[in-house]
């Protein structure tokens, strides 16, 4: 049986909720910085409901939470720092019900609204043709050009890029054979650009990799180039070449499927080269500015192509 609930509580910022807040420090053994993201979550909750002159925590309904999330979302809060104010609440409302305080959680079933994909920037094309056409000034530096080439020549990914072996490269045929999600394999184009930097790197890496070591992109140790590596190289390369942008290995990807997109149309053709099993994945991945879309409607479609306008009034007029 419930315990019965106080007719009125406070929502101020002392009381039950300084006791929760102690409840974390000294039971929960929850950081400082901890206990301060949830006593700042709680007291904006606070704040609000005493501006609606709400009867006290254990009246909280679930009705007033909704209206609560929706003023959030008005003041900007992004979906995923909305959930975490749930999740706060939530916890708070385990203590008052463990404490009597509440006779029920009006926050479990209340759910945050999903924050649209925030996607990486784009390089411009021409800064991007500056940055991979700057000369390299070390070997560490032909191995740097090498990768961020293939990586924007192919769309790969960071982990596709770092575990890539010698022999997955085809110079010949132009080339290279990735592994991707769920040990996928796909045979991707490599471009001329990049078969040049590749050509220029082997020598400098067969000076550094003993012939037992597989990977192509190796440290200056010669074993594996690890993830951390090529991100902290290619925000070096960024910074010295004098990009006007941080670079990180996703927007060269992100750059190759929406320079691609924009070029050809073909979503299809990148969701392959992609590696996505679903196109709806490539759809918020890549994107096209609207003017972009509208100029391939008109252009393409049987029912949208725009006719000389002097030419349809004339025959409207003669007809």
Same mark, same amino acid.
């Given at each position: 049986?419930?315990?019965?609930?106080?007719?009125r $509580?406070?929502?101020e %910022?002392?009381?039950p909720?300084?006791?929760?807040?102690?409840? %974390?420090?000294?039971?929960?053994r %929850?950081?400082?910085?901890?206990c301060?993201?949830?006593?700042?979550?709680?007291q904006?909750?606070? *704040?609000?409901?005493?501006?609606?002159?709400?009867?006290?925590w254990?009246?909280?309904?679930?009705?007033?939470?909704r +209206?609560?999330v929706?003023?959030l979302?008005r003041?900007? %809060?992004?979906?995923?720092?909305i959930?975490r104010?749930l999740?706060?609440?939530?916890?708070?409302?385990?203590?008052l019900l463990?404490? +009597?305080? *509440?006779s029920d959680n009006?926050?479990?079933?209340? +759910?945050?609204?999903?924050?649209?994909?925030? &996607?990486p920037g784009?390089?411009?094309?021409?800064?991007l043709?500056? #940055?991979?056409?700057?000369?390299p000034?070390?070997p560490?530096?032909?191995?740097d050009r090498?990768?961020?080439?293939?990586?924007?020549?192919?769309?790969?990914?960071?982990?596709?890029?770092?575990?890539?072996?010698?022999?997955?490269?085809?110079?010949?045929?132009?080339?290279?054979?990735v592994?991707?999600?769920?040990g996928?394999?796909?045979?991707?184009?490599?471009?001329?650009?990049a078969l $040049?930097a590749i050509?220029?790197w #082997?020598?400098?890496?067969?000076? &550094?990799?003993?012939e037992?070591?597989?990977?192509l992109?190796?440290?200056?140790?010669g074993?594996?180039?690890?993830?951390?590596?090529?991100?902290? +190289?290619l925000?070096?390369?960024g910074?010295v070449?004098g990009?006007?942008?941080?670079?990180h290995?996703?927007?060269l990807r992100?750059?190759?499927?929406?320079?691609?997109?924009?070029?050809?149309?073909?979503l299809?053709?990148?969701q392959?080269?992609?590696?996505?099993a679903d196109?709806?994945?490539?759809?918020?991945?890549?994107?096209?500015d609207?003017?972009h879309l509208?100029?391939?409607?008109? $252009?393409s479609?049987?029912?949208?192509?725009?006719?000389n306008?002097?030419?349809h009034d004339?025959?409207?007029?003669?007809?």
């Amino acid at each position: 049986m419930s315990a019965p609930v106080p007719a009125r $509580q406070s929502c101020e %910022l002392g009381g039950p909720l300084a006791d929760f807040i102690q409840h %974390l420090a000294s039971e929960k053994r %929850l950081s400082p910085l901890t206990c301060t993201n949830y006593q700042r979550d709680l007291q904006r909750l606070a *704040a609000w409901l005493m501006e609606q002159d709400s009867p006290g925590w254990g009246r909280v309904s679930g009705h007033d939470l909704r +209206r609560y999330v929706a003023h959030l979302s008005r003041q900007g %809060l992004s979906g995923r720092s909305i959930a975490r104010h749930l999740s706060a609440i939530r916890r708070f409302y385990q203590y008052l019900l463990r404490e +009597r305080l *509440a006779s029920d959680n009006p926050a479990l079933d209340i +759910r945050a609204p999903k924050s649209r994909r925030r &996607l990486p920037g784009v390089a411009d094309v021409d800064q991007l043709n500056y #940055l991979l056409d700057a000369a390299p000034d070390d070997p560490l530096e032909i191995r740097d050009r090498c990768m961020f080439e293939l990586m924007y020549s192919s769309g790969l990914r960071l982990a596709e890029l770092a575990s890539l072996d010698i022999d997955a490269v085809d110079r010949q045929a132009g080339e290279a054979r990735v592994v991707g999600k769920g040990g996928k394999a796909r045979l991707l184009p490599v471009g001329r650009k990049a078969l $040049q930097a590749i050509a220029q790197w #082997l020598p400098v890496r067969s000076q &550094l990799a003993p012939e037992s070591e597989r990977a192509l992109f190796v440290s200056r140790r010669g074993d594996r180039l690890s993830h951390r590596s090529i991100q902290a +190289r290619l925000s070096r390369w960024g910074i010295v070449k004098g990009a006007d942008q941080k670079l990180h290995p996703h927007m060269l990807r992100h750059s190759f499927a929406s320079h691609l997109l924009e070029s050809s149309g073909d979503l299809r053709a990148v969701q392959e080269l992609l590696g996505h099993a679903d196109i709806a994945t490539t759809q918020v991945y890549t994107h096209l500015d609207f003017q972009h879309l509208a100029r391939v409607y008109d $252009q393409s479609h049987p029912r949208a192509r725009r006719r000389n306008t002097a030419t349809h009034d004339n025959q409207e007029g003669n007809s």
